[in-house]
């Protein structure tokens, strides 16, 4: 899973990504050596996060390039992470020799919505977020995600500050193009990269920047190109996939109803 995220934050392309990791994580880095960055910091918001494993990609990458702090908090529905987290901050320090890689944890919930009593800490702290990652946790809530209408996300985009980076990784691609319309109306650019390490399949990288797509321009330009028909794939995929879902139910519903019958 770190190596996954890795591979996504570092792409060469889009230019806009590359460029926009080299923006937070500029470092100053001389073949073997390096001189961290003294008083830049990074804060990166894990939903999802369960034992820290974006953490420890940030982390690394800035400890390879002599990058800034960077401070990430987990947020989490699952409590119990709460202190393999704690382990895993202690073991990235000790690694690195540095304090400067701090991880916390916080309660979180991306079924409901993002000014619920369950997201306090999160909403708090969107003004001073520069990347956000959601690892694993999209197809495991679809159900729920999709009967509130994704308002987490349509809230976390919104309310989110120009220049914002979010990273999402999924198993499976079928639900991206509800992320992406979410992202178009939130004049965000949009990668699609097709990533060979970890659960190997599509990823999503967004950046939020109202420069690239204003009024009408909007659908066109974020959805052209090969993210277009990738996005049309993708759909196409989700439907046959409930279509799928749906035969099964109605197989055994019957089975199920005699069952009951009987008894």
């Not at 073949?31 to 369960?50: F, K």
């Not at 989700?238 to 197989?251: E, Q, S, V």
């Amino acid at each position: 899973r770190t190596r996954l995220m890795s591979d996504l934050v570092t792409q060469s392309e889009p230019d806009w990504l590359s460029d926009r990791i080299s923006d937070f994580f500029q470092g100053n880095r001389v073949g073997n050596s390096c001189e961290p960055s003294s008083h830049r910091c990074i804060n990166v918001a894990s939903l999802g996060g369960g034992p820290g494993f974006d953490f420890l990609c940030f982390s690394a990458l800035s400890n390879f390039v002599g990058g800034p702090i960077v401070s990430t908090t987990v947020h989490e529905y699952e409590s119990s992470w709460k202190d393999i987290v704690a382990s895993v901050e202690q073991v990235v320090q000790d690694v690195c020799n540095s304090s400067r890689y701090e991880c916390g944890f916080d309660s979180c919930d991306i079924t409901v919505a993002l000014n619920a009593a369950t997201n306090e800490r999160i909403a708090f702290s969107v003004g001073s977020t520069e990347i956000y990652t959601c690892s694993y946790v999209i197809a495991e809530n679809a159900a729920k995600l999709s009967k509130g209408d994704f308002i987490f996300f349509r809230d976390l985009f919104s309310e989110a500050p120009q220049g914002t980076l979010f990273f999402f990784t999924e198993t499976t691609h079928r639900l991206w193009p509800d992320i992406i319309d979410m992202a178009r109306s939130a004049s965000m650019r949009v990668a699609i990269p097709h990533l060979r390490s970890g659960k190997v399949g599509w990823q999503l990288a967004l950046l939020k920047d109202a420069r690239y797509c204003v009024g009408d321009n909007v659908g066109d330009v974020v959805m052209s190109g090969v993210n277009k028909e990738l996005y049309e794939r993708f759909k196409r995929d989700n439907r046959a996939h409930l279509a799928r879902l749906d035969r099964g139910w109605k197989r055994e519903r019957p089975k199920r109803r005699g069952a009951k019958e009987r008894n």
